[in-house]
């Protein structure tokens, strides 16, 4: 019974975790988009493509990011870590294609400005998430 409860503490959790990647991905999408004309979102539904997009590249993330970070260890390791960026540069243009009229990114400029901020909001969330969790832990 009291492992039940834990499984279900730890998928709630889980969930809420996702979805602020999600939320915050997904803010950071429509202000760069407000931002620079070579970033488009579809205008119909916005905010849906825009979760969509995030989406997308929270699957290509949890799929084929891990395969192409550990294909790429050797060049990433020769350049200190500076390749890395070029791996979520991949993984935006491969949205880009996948979602076809409904996303698109022209400059290559902006890909590399827009992975280098995702992977910053992919910090702060990550302390973000580690604080409520910590009182979440200490409340419950």
């Known amino acids: 019974m009291h492992l ?20 915050g ?3 950071v999408f429509i202000i760069v988009t407000s931002f620079f004309k ?10 849906l493509w825009s979760f969509i997009i995030v989406f997308v590249i929270y699957l290509l ?6 395969i192409l970070v550990t294909l790429t260890i050797p060049i990433t390791g020769l350049t200190l870590g500076l390749f890395y960026p070029c791996i979520n540069v991949f993984i ?3 949205t880009d294609w996948l979602l076809r009229s409904h996303f698109e990114l022209t400059k290559l400029y902006i ?3 827009l992975a280098i901020l995702l992977s910053i909001t992919k910090y702060l ?13 200490v409340h419950g």
């Open 125 to 137: 969330l990550q302390e973000i998430i580690k604080k409520i969790i910590k009182k979440v832990k």
């Open 92 to 94: 935006l243009k491969l």
């Open 4 to 23: 039940e409860n834990d499984k279900k503490k730890n998928l709630i959790v889980y969930f809420i975790e996702w979805l602020i990647y999600m939320l």
């Open 25 to 27: 991905y997904t803010i």
């Open 111 to 113: 890909l590399f400005f």
């Open 38 to 47: 070579s970033v488009y979102i579809d205008r119909h539904h916005f905010f």
């Open 61 to 66: 993330n949890q799929t084929i990011k891990p």
